[in-house]
């Protein structure tokens, strides 16, 4: 395919998801957990992807998302509660200090923005340690930034350690789509610059991407900086999704979570962090949940095993299935198109008829 | 005297819960010492320890249910790393880590679903939960058991490592994986063995932990396993003694902290700690330096 | 080969949760139907089985229960309706909250009862709100939970009232004049309630000495020692029973010999267990006392006896928690205003709410314009180490 054509094709299949999400949010009733599924899909796929920038495009190992995520929610949800629900929000802190609302938008922005800052300060010291370090360094930080904002002495700010409530929330399922796709439209296009290329070739070796003249700390620096950035967005359309925020939700088992998020989506894919995404919130909060019903018969037989947390338990094997025998996750490194759908079908026949024959390997 | 008396209850509890960190810190050093493996499972080994104690003491007499604890902590950690790493040897790192995050998240939930996600009153073993007073701080007997158990079981440790033949193929599996493959050591019997170890020692540390701290659930193996972890990297991972060293002082520090009045930072503390010690000097305090082959 | 076998066992596996999930609504409906063959109202009970608070959640859901087993039909419009409950989990987490609470909104829920822990309350609110379902709060003190809404109502006391009953219990029986308040970061409950401890303590004239844990820690012999060491004559621990179990252990092997005070939480059993043969004294405040209504207590305990699930979510006694108690009469509540409004819909109960006066175990429940329960009274309940019961101590309320 021509590359005009494929640009065509996937403007065309956004459009019809859109369109999609449109009609379903006009038929279905807005109470389905459908839209709950939805919605928080396409946070976490933005943040899947954020962190996908980082651990499997440049291949920096960080597990700092939920400590940016956090710094997104409440600058979020700082700057957008109304001012005239602030005394009750801030009741033991006479308000607050922060006495002005921005627009949503602004302040979406405006939480990457803080979220950046840090992740650029942050950056400068731990950047320089390598692998399984920078993770712990980043894990750590998160752990951090978590306490100093359950401080009380930052109360009247963060509201210490309590719930910060009534900002602004989704009208419509559209809103978190329509963001997360701009911001993961910017990451593809960022991904497929020369500063992209270069974030793959610190990835492969990054002590050949010195020898070619990349600047190393520039560059992971950068990668850092936007991926942080786009967490921090998608804390914020998280806040606006939870409709109340706590520091608290923000803790290390998070982080834990997109990673999972992006290693059954498949490292270095950006639709497969996507699909990875909408299929971890579809089983965690819906398609299993039938599982904890305990009163649940087949014929006469009492299924009795099945009781609150059977659920869970039920996942984590199929998380564990999947990390031990589709280690490369959905897609491996690859893309999803409909081209490569296609050639994915024509050369599954062809394959299995070879793999028949040569089946003695395994 | 009367500043004693007030300060070394803080002093007493950070070297007993140190004690405490530094026997799981062991596990998590020994894996990472041969397979560069980040074992996010093993605070959770350490809470099902808890757990079978819960279940065990409920049929068999204590001394039974003691040996049942670490024969069934040891099986565990066996069976984990069969199952969910040895597969995975040939993966890249990532997809070892990711299945021990997926494990750790198993066993949370399991016990969650085994548990019905309530807090599991932890019996109380005689002798060592018995209240003592030294220097009129009143504790319990465990608190000053810990440090000593703790220092017995790592001397062991390295003699075991020094001069048994196990011993010395962990150490030549940590220096280089492969060359000591082809040397002839049996490497996934090694590896089980670090895994018997660590296992065990997680065992003994949950008797001693929860008998302080009564309550088990299904979350309580998470944090005192993320400070075991930052202890052993604080103490250069890879090295027993840096981790047992490392323990202790984040366990102490940690208590001073609280004493001090700025509890909402305890945890903070600690992770500051790790990651000034990392930018300041990389490996650790005991950590060698690893060497990049072009 | 085997690994070909297994992914195909692993997509099929996936496959038929797949069609499991698109079962379940038909599923559950056949349940009720099943049943009941007439006419069914759902109940949705919104409270935590797991985390911190889901032993408290346990017994406030049994309250529920029992209620449920004892009136399990109600008459709306002049038809016979059964009451199905549908409990979810909230998981004592606020940001699992809002999708428990989705659930009970995609099951068609006329009312909710629940929840134990105001954090969760706070987080499940909008839900329901957006979804115009009235909830009941059962034992959720926190004063934000029905500030400014307009659908959730509660049947027990706000935290203001219970922090200055705890306060003047404080000054009043131990002449305390300085307190140790030890909170739970992020825990809406515990920090409320110790603010509104540490201003009524204040405003008595003593002085307050205020610490905080994070979640997860289970070390508290540090704070105990602090308390010791700063002199405080009581030791108000506003938690959960979680936490509780282990402070107790820890104040008891200290030897901390102050009283230890804290809020409804830990009128339970687990604080009975781990306080019974130590050497320690607790009171709490909470909304009822056993032996209040015999005729209550002896139903309850036979239902309790007789079913081993119930007994094992009561703690594996049958001592009647004030939370089973709210709970039972949040479920008479609910029939009332379904009986009053005449209809399951969502609005036309949350308007009938207003108006609903019952007279449950716990004491006359009716609503003000808020939506709090005009209630003026509580109980300070204390351990006795050796029975392993609470003996009564004396009834507060604030004066004016």
Redesign the interface.
């Known amino acids: 395919m021509k590359k005009q054509t494929k640009i065509i094709w996937n403007v065309g299949l956004i459009a019809a998801l859109l369109l999609l999400l449109f009609i379903l949010e006009q038929v279905v009733p807005?109470?389905?957990?459908l839209f709950?599924v939805l919605k928080?899909g396409a946070i976490y796929a933005l943040v899947a992807v954020s962190m996908n920038l980082l651990?499997g495009f440049t291949g920096l190992?960080s597990l700092g998302q939920a400590g940016f995520m956090l710094l997104g929610a409440y600058t979020y949800a700082i700057l957008t509660i109304p001012v005239e629900?602030r005394a009750?929000v801030y009741?033991?802190f006479d308000g607050g200090i922060v006495q002005f609302a921005i627009p949503v938008p602004l302040a979406l922005i405006a939480g990457g923005v803080v979220a950046a800052v840090f992740a650029f300060l942050i950056g400068l010291?731990?950047l320089?340690?390598?692998?399984?370090?920078l993770?712990?360094?980043t894990?750590?930080?998160a752990?951090?930034i978590?306490?100093?904002f359950?401080?009380?002495k930052l109360g009247p700010l963060t509201n210490?350690?309590?719930?910060l409530?009534?900002f602004p929330?989704f009208q419509s399922v559209l809103y978190p789509f329509i963001v997360a796709g701009i911001c993961i439209g910017l990451i593809v296009l960022l991904i497929n610059s020369t500063y992209g290329r270069a974030f793959k070739a610190i990835r492969d070796d990054e002590?050949a991407a010195e020898a070619m003249g990349i600047n190393l700390a520039h560059h992971k620096q950068l990668a850092f900086v936007i991926s942080s950035f786009f967490a921090g967005v998608s804390g914020g359309l998280l806040a606006m999704?939870?409709?109340?925020i706590?520091?608290?939700?923000f803790?290390?088992?998070m982080t834990?979570e997109i990673?999972?998020i992006v290693?059954i989506g498949g490292?270095g894919s950006v639709t497969g962090s996507c699909i990875g995404s909408f299929l971890f919130i579809a089983?965690s909060?819906?398609?299993?949940?039938?599982l904890?019903?305990s009163?649940?018969y087949i014929g006469d037989f009492h299924l009795s095993f099945m009781?609150?947390?059977?659920r869970?338990?039920?996942?984590?094997?199929?998380?564990?299935?999947?990390?031990?025998?589709?280690?490369k996750g959905l897609m491996g490194d690859r893309e999803f198109s409909i081209e490569g759908a296609r050639r994915f079908f024509q050369k599954h026949f062809k394959k299995k008829q070879a793999?028949e024959g040569g089946?003695s390997h395994? | 005297m009367e500043w004693i008396t007030k300060n070394l209850p803080y002093l007493m509890a950070g070297i007993s819960v140190g004690g405490q960190y530094a026997l799981i810190a062991i596990g998590y050093t020994m894996v990472y010492g041969i397979l560069r493996l980040i074992n996010f499972a093993h605070g959770d080994i350490f809470m099902v320890a808890g757990l079978i104690m819960v279940y065990a003491v409920t049929v068999m007499p204590m001394p039974l249910a003691l040996l049942l604890v670490v024969v069934a902590t040891v099986a565990l950690g066996f069976l984990v790393e069969r199952a969910a790493y040895k597969p995975l040897r040939s993966a890249p790192r990532m997809s070892v880590m990711i299945s021990a995050i997926g494990v750790s998240y198993l066993l949370q939930n399991l016990a969650l679903y085994i548990t019905g996600g309530l807090s599991q009153q932890y019996p109380a073993i005689p002798w060592l939960s018995d209240t003592v007073t030294i220097l009129g701080a009143t504790t319990k007997r465990v608190t000053l058991v810990t440090p000593v158990l703790t220092i017995i079981l790592v001397v062991v440790l390295g003699l075991l490592i020094k001069y048994t033949k196990v011993g010395m193929a962990m150490r030549a599996a940590s220096r280089d994986f492969e060359t000591s493959q082809l040397m002839g050591i049996k490497i996934n019997s090694v590896i089980s063995m670090t895994f018997v170890i660590g296992s065990f020692l997680a065992a003994v540390g949950s008797m001693l932990y929860f008998t302080n701290y009564t309550g088990v659930t299904p979350t309580a193996g998470a944090m005192p396993g993320l400070k075991a972890f930052v202890a052993a990297v604080f103490g250069g991972i890879g090295s027993i003694p840096g981790a047992v060293i490392g323990a202790f002082i984040i366990g102490i520090c940690e208590n001073i902290i609280k004493g001090v009045g700025w509890t909402t930072f305890s945890d903070a503390f600690t992770f500051a700690l790790l990651i000034v010690i990392l930018i300041a000097k990389p490996t650790g305090l005991f950590g060698e330096k690893a060497i990049d082959k072009v | 080969m085997k690994k070909r076998v297994l992914s195909v066992l692993l997509a099929a596996a996936m496959l038929s949760t797949l069609l499991a999930g698109c079962e379940k609504k038909p599923e559950a409906a056949a349940d009720g139907t099943e049943a009941a063959s007439g006419d069914v109202v759902t109940i949705g009970v919104f409270e935590p089985a797991s985390g911190d608070n889901g032993a408290g959640g346990k017994q406030e859901t049994l309250g529920i229960q029992y209620a449920n087993y004892v009136t399990p039909t109600v008459e709306i419009g002049g038809k016979e309706y059964t009451v199905q409950l549908n409990i979810v989990d909230n998981e004592s987490s606020n940001d699992k909250a809002p999708s428990a609470a989705a659930t009970l909104v995609s099951a068609g829920a006329s009312v909710v009862l629940g929840s134990y822990g105001s954090g969760v309350s706070i987080a499940g609110s909008d839900t329901f709100k957006e979804a115009g379902i009235p909830v009941i709060g059962v034992t959720c003190t926190n004063p934000q939970i029905t500030e400014g809404n307009t659908h959730y109502f509660r049947i027990c006391f706000l935290d203001p009232f219970q922090g200055t009953v705890l306060a003047n219990f404080s000054s009043d029986n131990f002449g305390a004049k300085k307190a140790y308040v030890l909170t739970k970061l992020g825990d809406d409950y515990s920090t409320g309630l110790g603010h509104y401890f540490t201003e009524a303590f204040e405003a008595l004239g003593g002085e307050v000495i205020e610490e905080t844990f994070q979640e997860g820690n289970s070390d508290f012999t540090s704070y105990i020692t602090s308390a010791k060491n700063e002199g405080a004559e009581v030791f108000f621990a506003p938690s959960s029973t979680e936490v509780a179990a282990l402070l107790i252990e820890q104040a008891a092997s200290q030897g901390l010999e102050i009283p230890l005070l804290a809020g409804d939480t830990w009128d339970s059993n687990v604080i009975l267990n781990a306080a019974e043969g130590k050497n320690v004294d607790i009171y709490v405040s909470t909304f009822y006392q056993e032996g209040g209504n015999p005729e209550f207590d002896a139903g309850i305990k036979e239902w309790i006896n007789s079913d081993a699930t119930a007994k094992a979510n009561n703690g594996g006694d049958d001592t009647v928690s004030g939370l089973t108690v709210m709970g039972y009469d949040a479920y008479y509540v609910a029939l009332e205003a379904l009986k009053a409004a005449g209809s399951t819909d969502p609005a036309a109960v949350n308007e009938a709410l207003w108006d609903v006066t019952y007279t449950g175990v716990s004491g006359d429940i009716s609503f003000n314009e808020i939506g709090d329960a005009n209630r003026d009274a509580a109980y300070i309940k204390h351990a006795n180490t050796e029975t392993g019961a609470w003996d009564f101590v004396a009834e507060q309320s604030v004066a004016e």
Do not use: H
Request: proline fraction near 2%; aromatic fraction near 16%.
């Open positions: 807005s109470s389905s957990m709950m928080k651990n190992f629900s009750s009741q033991y010291p731990v320089r340690l390598k692998s399984d370090y993770a712990i360094a894990l750590g930080f752990e951090i978590r306490a100093v359950q401080w009380d210490g350690s309590n719930l409530r009534n929330t002590i999704y939870q409709t109340t706590q520091a608290s939700m803790k290390s088992a834990y990673l999972l290693v490292i089983c909060e819906w398609w299993l949940r039938f904890d019903n009163n649940l009781r609150p947390g059977f869970k338990v039920v996942f984590s094997v199929i998380i564990m299935a999947i990390v031990l025998f589709y280690r793999v089946s395994e």
